[in-house]
């Protein structure tokens, strides 16, 4: 089972560790104390909070370049669960001695599951985007390094793309919210796990630690949530929605000023 190399075009691009520094400047910068005071509605989030979510961002969205080099096999062995579904059912087997062990809503749980790792696959295609408008730029280096680098990117992905992308990452916050059903995933994926490991000539290590990454992110991600009343949860979910879309936005303003 060979993992594809979806992203190795941007991830080899020479520009690219400078893209991804950027990237998490822009990050640090929409989710700093002084840009929130720009959305009072949203006060009542605990800063810590804020951060947990800015060090998801940061950790395994967009990490420091030598560690997305490490992470990358890994992402890619996960796409391919992601986008062929049917690989897990030969490793978890009948679908009925599935359900026994994890439950009625084992089915929901494991599309579920899918669905919320699907947005780190389009998270790499949406860096294509950002790379291929980097690469119709004349001065490359100098507008990585300016201010409003990622506001000139991203203005000019086309508005569909960047709503959906947009959408993927509430989506995947969404399910991070469910803590019965995060803990129902998890399980299975850490029996896919076990299962894999006894069938070492068969999965690659590489296969291993894209699903061994999936439970990590699934993890991290409840974090955030932990202790937190449905209504705050709401309230994180729609700040991200608003602050991103506001981001993208005001991009796409002052590009066309």
Known sequence: MKPKKESSKVLDHPLFQELITMYQKSLQRRYSEE??????????????????LLHFFLEYLYPEYSKRKELDAAFDALSGFVNHPTKIWGILG?????????????PMALKAGLASLHSYVTAHQFEEELVMELDRREN???????????????AKVEKKKADAFRKDIGALFKVFS??????????????ILVKMESKGRVYTEEDRKGIRLGVSILKEGRGIFDQMK????????????????????????????
């Not at 979910?237 to 993208?248: G, K, M, N, V």
């Open 35 to 52: 840009n929130l005071k720009n959305y009072p509605e949203f006060s009542s989030i605990p800063r810590a909070k804020i951060d947990q």
């Open 94 to 106: 009948n679908l009925t001695l599935s359900i026994f062990r994890f439950g009625k809503h084992f």
């Open 140 to 154: 490359k280096i100098s507008l990585l390094e300016s201010e409003f680098a990622m506001e000139i990117l991203i």
């Open 178 to 191: 469910d803590a019965e059903l995060i803990r129902k995933i998890i399980l299975i994926m850490e029996d």
């Open 230 to 257: 449905e209504s705050e949860i709401n309230l994180v979910l729609q700040a991200i929605d608003t602050i991103e879309e506001d981001f993208y936005q005001k991009a796409c303003t002052r590009d066309s000023n």
